[in-house]
């Protein structure tokens, strides 16, 4: 299926005006999400639950089945067998990507160099990886049904013969001063994916690349905004709004889908984060007058940023002494903060969840 070259960046004739309450309501909120961030104590620990929760539904959306719960499970306890491993091992790959990459953006701008690293890290060890893992295609590729070919593709996009021209013009929008940073959040993932750089996972690097463009760009103060969930109750749409700017040029009906996202997106995560930071600041009173312990700013630490762990996770990632940790988690039990997941059997220790965080992460809302 031929297809006409995609436009090069930036987009001249937009008709601005046609977004104008929909880019105040999104800078609005997104700014408020901002605020919750920079009020987060330590966001890397607090918020992570909710950044594995993202990589889960960006992940999803290309396929992947493994669930929350799963890859929690599975990054307690690693060595156990599981069926899903490839997929989890794909979404634990996707937060590290985005780990990554932040921790690049303190040296690096964000750039082609950038994203081909984020790429290699989110193909490796897992199925897609002899797929030029790390490096821009060379060949061409297509979008269409298991089993197509080309010539009945939905979409193809550009040439290996044009490819590196197309991706010098979006690295340099990358850092273009367009009137409105969260249109231009839009306009950039939309051409990423038009572009389709990569063999295989082009859909989660062009996802994780909103977060790091919005903290980048100095929209957020750290890069965790996670807009999948939106993007995957609604993937229908997001698919073919995308389909629409190949088909018939149409810019706005994406812009505006995205804008929607982001207003959507940012309530949900205020909540959410909002949720755990009081959950948190419960916690810190409650943990140590249960224990009576002066480790239990520690434990807390560790549940928050693990959600589901075994006694060796505590210990691993804590300077608490063995002991205490077993006397500490038996009384967490005891009153109903932690539950066992399973129990320990044989060789295997007991696995434990944090359920109040649990439930908070996992709980799909949607807000108005």
């Known amino acids: 299926m031929p297809t006409n070259l995609p436009r090069k960046l930036p987009i001249t004739d937009l008709d601005w005006g046609d977004y104008v309450t929909l880019i105040g309501r999104a800078n609005a909120e ?4 901002d605020g919750i961030l920079q009020s987060v104590p330590n966001p890397t620990v607090l918020l992570s639950p909710l950044l594995r ?17 799963e890859v929690l499970e599975f990054e307690a306890k690693p060595e156990q067998e599981t069926p899903k491993r490839n997929d989890i091992r ?3 790959n996707y937060r590290a990507a ?4 932040a921790n690049k953006l303190e040296q690096l701008p964000l750039s082609l160099r950038l994203i081909r690293e984020i790429h290699n890290i989110l193909l490796r060890d897992v199925r897609g990886q002899s797929s030029s893992r790390g490096d821009f295609r060379k060949v061409q590729n297509y979008i269409g049904a298991p089993g197509d070919d080309l010539k009945d593709a939905r979409y193809v996009p550009p040439g290996p013969d044009v490819l590196m021209d197309y991706l010098s013009n979006f690295e340099e929008y990358l850092h273009f001063d367009e009137k409105d940073r969260l249109v231009q959040t839009a306009i950039m993932h939309a051409q990423f994916e038009i572009i389709h750089p990569f063999l295989d996972g082009n859909g989660r690097v062009g996802r994780l690349l909103i977060p ?4 980048a760009r100095q929209m957020l103060d750290s890069p965790m905004f996670y807009i999948s969930a939106y993007f995957e109750r609604n993937r229908t749409e997001y698919y ?17 889908f995205f804008l929607s996202a982001v207003i959507t997106q940012s309530k949900v995560n205020i909540r959410k984060a909002r949720k755990i930071l009081e959950l948190y600041e419960e916690m810190k009173t409650l943990v140590p007058n249960i224990t009576g312990s002066k480790y239990a700013i520690q434990i807390i630490d560790v549940l928050f940023g693990n959600t589901v762990f075994t006694t060796r996770s505590i210990k691993n990632k804590s300077t608490v002494p063995k002991r205490s940790v077993h006397r500490i988690l038996g009384n967490l039990v005891d009153e109903g903060i932690i539950s066992v997941l399973h129990e320990a059997s044989g060789r295997n220790p007991a696995l434990y969840i944090f359920p109040a965080l649990f439930n908070i992460v996992n709980t799909q809302e949607e807000v108005e």
């Open 30 to 33: 997104i700014a408020r999400y």
């Open 98 to 101: 985005l780990e990554a990459g």
């Open 53 to 69: 929760q993202e990589a889960v539904l960006s992940s999803r959306i290309e396929g992947t089945q493994a669930s929350l719960e």
């Open 212 to 215: 790091l463009f919005l903290y």
């Open 240 to 256: 073919d709004s995308l389909l629409r700017i190949t088909e018939y040029d149409d810019w706005s009906d994406w812009i505006r």
């Open 90 to 92: 794909e979404v634990i």
